[in-house]
């Protein structure tokens, strides 16, 4: 089920539309308990804590 679409410059990053989102699907009555959101582009150190250890 889409509730909302919102569109900006692939600069922006998502974080940044998430006040306007939540504004405009609250004023549906339409705000979700969580939000999942793409924060863009993921720190390397983060995402080797979270690969599991392939030490073959």
């Not at 989102?21 to 720190?43: K, Q």
Request: overall charge neutral.
């Amino acid at each position: 089920m889409i509730t909302n679409v919102a569109t900006t410059d692939a600069t922006v990053p998502d974080v940044k539309q998430l006040e306007p989102i939540h504004a405009a699907l609250e004023r549906r009555g339409l705000v979700p308990a969580e939000h999942y959101v793409d924060s863009g582009y993921a720190a390397a150190v983060r995402l080797r804590r979270r690969a599991p250890d392939n030490h073959s």
